[in-house]
Each structure stands twice: as C-alpha cells, then as structure tokens.
C-alpha cells in the first residue's frame, strides 16, 4: 500500500521561531511565515529571503514511519545528488534539526527557491514548460547511478506491487470516479513488461513539486527522493502537467518508445488514483490533481485503448 499523509494541524509560527532560535541562532532575527504550499508531507515556513523549513506532519489514519535523522540524513544527500546533476534550481539543505520538547522529530532547514508553484492546468498548454520539463528529465536520467538500483519500495519497480493499492483505491472511489473504466484500463497496463534498465529519477514530479515564472521552469522542489527507477516514472509528469499536443512534445523531445510511454501512463494512473477519495475534504488541490490526470489518462490511448 502507498502511503499518504493527511495533514491534520496547523504549527504555529511562535512554536517554529523559538525551535529556531533555540537550535540555529544565526537565524534567530529572520521573519518566520508559513508557506501556503499545496503538499501533504511536511509543515512549511519561509525563514526570511533565503530559507525554508520543513517540519513532518502527523497523521492520524496511521503515519508513514516518524522521519529519523539517518532518513532525512539521507534525503539531505538526494538532494545535494540532483542539485549537482541538474541545471534547475532546487534547494539545497543547511540544516538538521533534532527533537526536542517543543518540537519532537527530527526537521530540515534548506535554502529557499524562488517561483510559483503550478497547478494541473497553469502551464497545460506551454510548449516552453513542456520543452523545459523534458530538458530536466533528460538531466536527470543522464546522471550516473553508480551501481545502484531501485530499493523496492515506493513508486518505480513494477507496476504489479501496487496491485492492492490500486484494488483499494478503486472501490473507495465508487461513485466518485468512472471505476470500471478506470480498473479495465488498470488491468490491462499492470502488466506492461519492463525491458529498459533503472535510471536516476525525481520520482514525484507532480505539479507543486515544479516552480513556473512566465511560463518557464525555474525550480524543482522535494528532490530528496532522487534515486533509481523505472525510467517511465518521471514521466508522470506529462499527464499530471499538459494537454494531448504538450505531451507529445515532451515524448519527442525524449524520444520515449511505445513501451515506456504507456508505462508512465500506468504510473501516473498508480499515483492519481489515490489523490481524489483521500484528499477530497482535507486538501481540494490534491483531490483536484487527481481527477485532472485521470481524465488526460481516459482521454488518451497510451493509457485507455
């Protein structure tokens, strides 16, 4: 089963600024406000001009596990990875934060990047966004693997792991969302052979994790989870961000085979088909992301023939 956060309070900015102090006393005169962002993973604060921080969230349905300091150690190290192998701008970290009595898990400080966050539809009909998007993937699938390999966990093995998810989802969405449409197209994608190896991926490319100014890409976020995959994962990006002719263009420009285009319709499919039953009352923009690319993916014949 996939596992999703439901962020269920707010962190107030008195809270954060005194665990600052307490812990990074160079940052203890910059303003603290929270950022609106349309995540589920993390409470976020802009820490002044240049900073941010991000405090993980409880959920109350059964959290994934409680950050450590060796796993956030370890995105740390992702995000450090894809910031020396790609051209756009993505934070960098600064800090680990440690539990304490006013805080009590482990948190992140990283530098702040500037730019609007897109949405399904902000950037749909941008061939610029699309032209960018693909020049980011192909950065990212260029980086060097050094052995390494997916770790069987998550998003980017086989599409058949994820067969009780997708079950799961499916009937909490009756009456909702065309399920029997959506399971035959399920049943004949879950078992899309793979014949290409693992690359380097993002591996969440979803619209609030990618900073837009003029139509342009100038900022990749959450870029801790950079790591093997199937190299059809990122291209969920294609159905979670454009229209028919801007997806066409990002397919081009990677010059992605039949195979491996139909996969990234099936990942984003695994990805969108939770969004809308679990997010519909606590965060609309998720909920919304969801029914956005379901309908690309109904509309489209690399997913729904």
């Not at 307490?22 to 962002?37: N, R």
């Not at 240049?50 to 995000?79: L, N, Q, Y």
């Not at 139909?262 to 939770?274: K, L, S, T, V, Y």
Request: glycine residues 6%; contains cysteine.
């Amino acid at each position: 089963m996939v596992r999703m956060c439901r962020r269920t309070h707010d962190l107030d900015v008195d809270t954060v600024r005194r665990v600052i102090g307490d812990q990074i006393p160079w940052l203890a005169e910059e303003d603290v406000q929270p950022v609106d962002a349309p995540g589920t993973q993390s409470h976020l604060f802009r820490i002044g001009a240049r900073c941010a921080t991000k405090f993980p969230v409880a959920d109350p349905d059964g959290p994934p596990a409680i950050p450590t300091r060796s796993t956030i150690a370890a995105e740390h190290a992702a995000m450090r990875e894809f910031c020396s192998t790609t051209s756009v701008p993505s934070p960098t970290p600064l800090h680990l934060g440690r539990p304490t009595a006013l805080y009590p898990r482990w948190w992140s400080v990283q530098t702040w990047v500037d730019g609007v966050t897109a949405t399904p539809t902000s950037v749909a009909s941008s061939d610029a966004f699309a032209a960018d998007v693909a020049s980011l993937i192909h950065e990212v699938r260029a980086a060097d693997i050094y052995n390494r390999s997916f770790t069987g966990s998550g998003r980017g093995g086989t599409l058949t792991a994820h067969d009780a998810w997708v079950d799961e989802c499916l009937r909490r969405s009756d009456h909702i969302l065309p399920v029997d449409e959506l399971r035959r197209a399920w049943t004949r994608s879950r078992l899309l052979p793979r014949e290409d190896a693992d690359v380097m991926a993002h591996t969440d490319l979803i619209p609030a994790n990618l900073l837009a100014t003029d139509s342009r890409l100038v900022g990749v976020l959450d870029t801790g989870g950079f790591s093997p995959a199937d190299p059809a994962l990122d291209l969920v990006a294609a159905w979670h961000l454009f229209d028919a002719d801007r997806r066409a263009l990002l397919r081009e420009s990677l010059d992605v085979d039949e195979l491996q285009w139909r996969r990234g319709a099936a990942w984003a499919f695994e990805q969108a088909i939770g969004l809308v039953w679990y997010y519909t009352d606590i965060n609309p923009a998720m909920s919304e992301l969801g029914r956005t690319t379901l309908g690309r993916l109904l509309d489209d014949p690399a997913f729904a023939v």
